[in-house]
Structures are given as structure tokens and as C-alpha cells.
């Protein structure tokens, strides 16, 4: 079991727990305003929070968090599988806060017809937690890459994640657990 630890995102005005190997993207390569980066510096998982305008005229919240998934993909030509989506309470803010998890995944598209895709492909965990009073949505995505030998160890429409998704799906607790906007200023209020 992986040991966590509470970091400071945006200058301190939000807080969520990371494995303690996990070190700040920013460290080693230019991070956008709007994101926070952290990745395991024994591995390939990544977390990225991001700060998002709320999108809305979608007929459900799960129909928003799909449309960010697919944002976030677009571009990369990665096919993107859904699997499961729900409603969770993110335990350090209000109740009435809609939050949600969803687990999917990216596939990369093959090159060429004579090179097919590989079974790689990258397991996301994302977290949307819907701030519609500050007209934000912030995007949480773990990111776990599987090559083709950890891949076989997952059969995700049989609910078989493998041991890096289940390793995921921890730190996707440890967020829904941790996530604290201590200065809501931040968000011009």
C-alpha cells in the first residue's frame, strides 16, 4: 500500500493527497497556469488537476465529464473507451457539491494498416468536481500506462483492472478523501 502525502496546489488554496513519490511536474518541465502536475518518480503514473470553465448545455453532469474526457483526448487520435461513471462525495466539501468519477481508457490508434496498435494503452481515473457557483469544473485525471505485458492483466469489461488500475483506483480515493479548496478566493471570490 502506497504512502500519501498532502501537497499545495494554485499557491495553497487547494490541498490533495499524492504518494509520497510522487514530485511536482513544474520541477522539471513548464506546467500551464491551470493545471498542477505531479508524477511518480519511480514510475509512469501521473496526476494532473486542472482547473476548467464549466461547461453546461449537456443534459447530465455524467454527459459534462464525458465531453472533458473527450477534450482532454482530442488531438491524440486515442480511442477512448468508457467504463463506469459515478456520483461520489468529495468528504472534505459540502455535500451539495456535485462530484464524480469515471473510469476509462486511451488507445492508441495504429500507424498504419500493416502496423497495428499495440495492446498498450493508458488507464485514466478522472474526478470532475462541478463548482457551478464559481462557474469551474476541476478536472482530475490519473493517468496509468500499461504496455502490452502489464495490459494483459486487464480485462476491464469483466472488471478485472490488474494491479497498476487498482493502484490508480487508490489514489483516485485518496482524492475523492483529501480534496480541500482551503482559499476560495482563488476562484475571484
Not at 43 to 72: A, C, N, P, Q, W
Not at 86 to 113: D, E, F, N, S
Not at 158 to 186: C, H, I, P, Y
Request: charged share 20%; glycine share 8%.
Amino acid at each position: 500500500m502506497a504512502s500519501f502525502k498532502v501537497v499545495d496546489l494554485y499557491d495553497g488554496s487547494i490541498q490533495v493527497a499524492v504518494p509520497t513519490s510522487f514530485i511536482d511536474a513544474s520541477n522539471l518541465r513548464p506546467v500551464p497556469d491551470n493545471q498542477e502536475v505531479y508524477v511518480d518518480a519511480n514510475g509512469t503514473t501521473s496526476i494532473v488537476i486542472e482547473l476548467l470553465d464549466r461547461v453546461s448545455g449537456f443534459g447530465t453532469d455524467e454527459e459534462s465529464m464525458k465531453y472533458h474526457i473527450e477534450d482532454l483526448a482530442g488531438g491524440s487520435g486515442d480511442t477512448i473507451r468508457l467504463y463506469q461513471t459515478q456520483r461520489v462525495t468529495m468528504h472534505k466539501l459540502h455535500g451539495a457539491i456535485p462530484a464524480y468519477t469515471m473510469i476509462a481508457t486511451a488507445h492508441p490508434v495504429a500507424a498504419t494498416a500493416s502496423s497495428p496498435a499495440s495492446g498498450a494503452f493508458t488507464g485514466i481515473y478522472m474526478i470532475m468536481v462541478r463548482l457551478v457557483d464559481q462557474g469551474c469544473d476541476v478536472i482530475v485525471t490519473i493517468n496509468v500506462p500499461h504496455d502490452e505485458r502489464l495490459a494483459r492483466e486487464v480485462k476491464m469489461e469483466e472488471g478485472r483492472l490488474g494491479q497498476k488500475m487498482e493502484e490508480g483506483a487508490t489514489l483516485r480515493d485518496a482524492v475523492v478523501a483529501s480534496f480541500w479548496v482551503k482559499n476560495w478566493g482563488l476562484f475571484g471570490q
